[in-house]
């Protein structure tokens, strides 16, 4: 520490100053303890956030009600034949269409949230930048293990079988919460770029409905037309619902999980600093 | 242990601002500004809207980089040593910077884990600020229903968490009414009185004569008055008396009066006719006492009396002989 750092300049109950900077380095940097612990604090932030305006869950809790409800009875005839044998291969799919979801309500989110004056008072502490992010993006991922629970919950009662194990299950969430984070990245990136929480929406809705539907989350790639199919096989939505299918009803799992995990690490590793710097100079 | 209290004396310089420039687009926010804060001391930047205020505090605060110049703050360069600098700073805008949907305890409590207090600790200081800015019965509020006044003070108690070394607080009283206004520079007094470094920005020389030991007047991204309060105003003129006779006719008469009793600086007194009043500068208190003695001894009828201070329009008029530039939007950058 610097002379000038340990000028007692003492304000109120006689303490001196300088107790928060014990911890630091000589270059001021963050240690890893302290980063954790200041994604904590913000995560909590999150969570009071929520806990202020229970409606921001609601997405949370009826998108895998309504979703499963729709696509199995409305879809289910006509795609597979009858509803129970469209439940185990849908179900799976829509664990990918979750992540997606949800990860546009983080940007649009986000663009409210990242105008507020806290997050000048955020930008001048001494913490990591990035740690901002990453708390919103680690109560995202609370937030979409909730969706994803409800989601196998409801296809538990509309039949769906597990034909591997739990673990497989377990497995299969994971990756989902996986490609998931990394989406978020993504919208967290738009969010920081656009004006407004509609603009968020509106350009989520654009690139979500073709990444969605133009993938085996819904239907068996076999029985769309060629260019369809070269578009299905290179979207990553389409690895991750096929990983996940796999997963739950046995199958080759290898190739499509690693390249839903390998989408997600170019994703964040692109994405993710990206973002952190465009919060940096957001003024 | 009892920690030394700073002296005023002391001389360190807590902020050195050199030839800063900022510039948006075509306008330059900030033209080459120099100015410094000793330790324990204020400095009231006073400037009108769009003068470059929050641009030089939101460079102090390493929110924006400077595109030339050099400012350092309790000794770290804000370009070089952002991470250092902002252990020392603490910041209050004039838009509350605290989250509206958490209560003022979670507010504070957070920020002190935000800056490695343990849970302990970040609670007790939360509530021992909590107490010193009155804050306590709505501790448990979210922020959005407090008050204007209760939401500055919650943003000054989180400034205050960290025990900066150095504070900005920009604009602090704006938008608020007379008794809150009073309310924040008590608070701000105290900080002071405990030997806190403050960089004050305000667009009202009554804040400025309130709080600060030292003005650095700007205009236009550009310095162009600085020194002790009391220096400047004698530049500018100070406080002036106005009296304003029961009967308009008695004008001259009183200024004759007043003139002729020969009172430290009534030689400066003169009449507005248009107004119907005098006007004497004010040099102590014991001139107004003799004053109104005097015009009570010879019998003259008062219909209005008070004591008025130069406002900002005025200072410019003063030191630029021109008007305050008011136009510029571009200012509030970011707010």
């Known amino acids: 520490m610097t002379a000038k750092r340990s000028v007692p300049v003492e304000v109120g109950d006689g303490r001196p100053v300088g107790v928060s900077t014990v911890t630091a380095a000589h270059d001021g940097r963050i240690g890893l303890r302290a980063n954790l612990r200041h994604i904590g604090a913000l995560a909590r932030r999150n969570l009071m956030r929520i806990k202020q305006d229970p409606e921001s869950m609601f997405d949370v809790l009826l998108m ?11 879809f289910g005839g006509a795609v597979a034949g009858n509803q129970h044998a469209y439940v185990n291969y849908v179900i799976p799919g829509l664990m990918a269409m979750m992540g997606m979801n949800i990860a546009m309500a983080v940007g649009s989110g986000i663009n ?18 990035s740690s901002v992010l990453i708390a919103k993006i680690v109560v995202e991922i609370g937030r ?9 919950v409801m296809g538990f009662v509309l039949g769906l079988t597990i034909e591997t194990s739990v673990l497989h299950l377990l497995a299969a969430v994971g990756l989902g919460l996986v490609f998931g984070a990394s989406l978020m990245w993504i919208f967290i990136l738009l969010g920081l770029t656009v004006k407004t929480a509609q603009a968020v929406q509106g350009l989520g809705m654009l690139v979500l409905m073709p990444l969605q539907f133009g993938s085996s989350i819904f239907a068996k790639p076999t029985t769309m037309p060629g260019w369809l199919q070269a578009f299905t096989k290179v979207n990553p939505l389409s690895a991750l619902a096929d990983a996940n299918r796999s997963l739950v009803n046995g199958g080759p799992v290898a190739h499509s999980a690693l ?8 994703i964040t ?12 100079d957001r003024t | 242990m009892k920690p030394l209290k700073t002296t005023t004396s002391g001389g360190g310089k807590a902020v050195e601002v050199r030839g800063l420039a900022k510039r948006f687009g075509e306008t330059k926010a900030l033209d080459g500004v120099d100015l410094e804060v ?6 009231g930047v006073l400037g009108p809207n769009g003068a470059g205020k ?6 102090l605060s390493t929110l924006i980089r400077p595109d030339a110049g050099t400012a350092r703050v309790a000794g770290h360069d804000v370009l070089t040593q952002p991470r250092q600098l902002r252990r020392v700073i603490g910041l209050t805008g004039q838009y509350a910077s605290v989250d509206e949907k958490l209560s003022g305890r979670e507010n504070l409590y957070m920020i002190g884990r935000l800056l490695d207090l343990s849970r302990k600790d970040a609670r007790s200081r939360a509530d021992e600020l909590l107490e010193r800015f009155s804050l306590t019965d709505a501790a448990r509020r979210p922020a959005m229903n407090y008050s204007g006044g209760m939401r500055r003070r919650l943003d000054l108690a989180a400034s205050m968490i960290g025990r900066p070394a150095v504070l900005y607080l920009d604009e602090p009283t704006t938008g608020l009414d007379p008794r809150t206004r009073n309310e924040v520079w008590e608070e701000v007094q105290r900080m002071v009185a405990d030997g806190a470094t403050v960089l004050l920005t305000t667009q009202y020389m009554e804040e400025a004569e309130q709080l600060a030991d030292e003005l650095t007047v700007i205009d236009r991204g550009r310095v162009i008055a600085e020194g002790r309060i009391d220096e400047l105003k004698a530049k ?48 102590s208190d014991e001139q107004l006492t003799a004053i109104v003695a005097l015009l009570g001894a010879r019998g003259f009828s008062i219909a209005g009396i008070g004591t008025h201070l130069p406002s900002l329009d005025e200072v410019f008029l003063a030191l630029t002989g021109q008007k305050a530039a008011r136009s510029s939007e571009f200012e509030e950058v970011g707010a």
């Open chain 2, 236 to 283: 500018v003129g100070g406080r002036t008396l106005r009296i304003t006779p029961g009967d308009r006719a008695e004008l001259p008469r009183m200024l004759a009066a007043l003139a002729q009793a020969g009172l430290d600086g009534i030689t400066g007194a003169t009449a507005d006719e248009a107004d119907g009043t005098v006007h004497v500068p004010v040099i």
């Open chain 1, 64 to 74: 895998p009600v309504i979703f499963t409800l729709l696509f199995v009875y409305v």
């Open chain 1, 112 to 129: 409210d949230d990242f105008k507020t004056g806290v997050m000048d008072r955020f930008r001048t502490m001494p913490i990591a930048r």
């Open chain 2, 54 to 59: 929050t641009t030089l505090v939101r460079i």
């Open chain 1, 269 to 280: 590793l692109v994405t993710a600093p990206l973002a952190v710097a465009k919060f940096r």
């Open chain 1, 259 to 266: 390249l839903t995990l390998a989408w997600a690490a170019g």
């Open chain 1, 144 to 152: 979409m293990l909730v969706a994803t629970t409800l989601l196998l």
């Open chain 2, 38 to 43: 000793s330790q324990g001391t204020v400095l």
